[in-house]
Each structure stands twice: as C-alpha cells, then as structure tokens.
C-alpha cells in the first residue's frame, strides 16, 4: 500500500532553516501538502500542489519537490512555528484515498 | 469567512453507534466535496472518507469501510458520518475538511477545517 514516510523529529534554533522531508513513491505523479497542527488546534494548510503558498501562511514557508521526495523549508524558523507538520499526498492507483505521512514534531531549541 | 462546527462527538461502548454533523457555512457548500479526517489521542492524522460535491461518490479508508457512512445534505449545508460497530481504536478527535477543488470528482486536498469533535469508544 501507498505510504509516506516523515522524520519523526526535526531541531533547529530560531533563526536557522528547517527542512522537513517527506517520502513516497507515488510522489514523482502526485502533488503533496503540508499541514501545521499546534497542539490542541485543527491543523492548517501550509503548502499545496508541492510549492505553493496560501494567502496568509508567510514566505519563510516553501516546498519543493525531487523524485520521490518532497521538502518543507522553514527560513528563518521562529519560536511560534514550533508545531506537528504533516505531509499528505493521494493515492489515485486503484479507488481514491488520502495518504498522510506519520508527521514530524518541530522543536524550536 | 468559511466555518465547519463539528457536533455530535461523546463517550459510546464498543459495538455502540453514533452519527458526527458538520455545520458549514461561508461558502457554497453544495460546489465542493468535503471529508472526514481523524486523529487518535497523541497519533497522527488519518484519512476517514470523502463525498464528492452532489453526494454521488463516496470514498473510505479501509479501516472504516463497511461501518462508517459519510453523507451529505446540502440543503442544510451540513454533513454527516454514521458510525457502526465502533471499537476502540476509532476513538479520536474527528475533523470535517473542506476539499479545494470546485465540483471535484475526486478529493484535491483540505483547505479549511473544523476544530473538531472527540469521540470515545469505552465501556
């Protein structure tokens, strides 16, 4: 079955970038996104279609992709993006699902 | 501004049944597909169904397929899971997700959601 396949954990301190990658086979032929959940909160659209950026998320978000794998980039990571970051991505082979990665907690040292 | 309130959640037995709503509103709710997304206590997010934007096409993860039901109404703006022979491993906080895509035919990905309602399967 299709799966994505995150780091568990990811630290940077505030003001260094962060990458976050994601894995999956079916990536090269599927767009990804990327969602931020702070703890007890719904989660929220960071990057969609692998690199673009909704109205009000701010640029030191960025997404990029490269075969198999895609990449989250935090720039200039600040104490507030400290979060749970899930990569998601759909699996169209057969009937259609959504597929999330397992997600990685970002912690701000 | 787009608004999807959750209702319904609480604590059932194992075997028991429960039905999720999902109050939309700020957009015309009838143009898109909509989901149902979960997340167990301390795990990660899953993929529950999704219900293309009239209500012709339904989709399931396989770990609900034959027990949960997701539907529509769109003269109410307002959608639903039907939950059957729950256990305890659905219990989760369970989210309701507006699709992207307009008139989709499948699912894209999830533009808004709710802040989401628990559900916990215990006797």
């Known amino acids: 079955s299709y799966e994505l396949t995150q780091p568990p954990s990811v630290s940077v301190s505030p003001g260094q970038t962060a990458r976050i990658t994601c894995s999956g086979d079916?990536?090269?032929?599927?767009?990804a996104y990327w969602y931020q959940q702070k703890p007890g909160q719904a989660p929220v659209l960071v990057i969609y279609?692998?690199?673009e950026r909704p109205s009000g998320i701010p640029e030191r978000f960025s997404g990029s992709s490269s075969g198999t794998t895609v990449t989250l980039t935090i720039s200039g990571v600040q104490a507030e993006d400290e979060a749970d970051y899930y990569c998601q991505s759909a699996d169209s082979s057969g009937t259609y699902r959504v597929v999330f990665g397992g997600g990685t907690k970002l912690t701000v040292l | 501004q787009v608004q999807l309130v959750e209702s319904g959640g609480g604590v059932v037995q194992p075997g028991g049944s429960l039905r999720l709503s999902c109050a939309a509103s700020?957009?015309?709710?009838?143009?898109?597909?909509m989901h149902w997304v979960r997340q167990a206590p301390g795990k990660g997010l899953e993929w529950v169904a999704f219900i293309r934007y009239d209500g012709s096409n339904k989709y399931y993860a396989d770990s609900v397929k034959g027990r949960f039901t997701i539907s529509r109404d769109n003269s109410k703006n307002t959608l639903y899971l039907q939950m059957n022979s729950l256990r305890a491993e659905d219990t989760a906080v369970y989210y309701c997700?507006?699709?992207?895509?307009?008139?989709?035919?499948?699912?894209?990905?999830?533009?808004?959601w709710g802040q989401g309602t628990l559900v916990t399967v215990s006797s």
């Open positions: 279609k692998d690199s």
């Open positions: 079916a990536l090269p032929k599927q767009y």
């Open positions: 997700a507006k699709d992207s895509a307009v008139a989709g035919t499948r699912g894209e990905y999830f533009q808004h």
């Open positions: 700020g957009f015309t709710f009838s143009s898109y597909g």
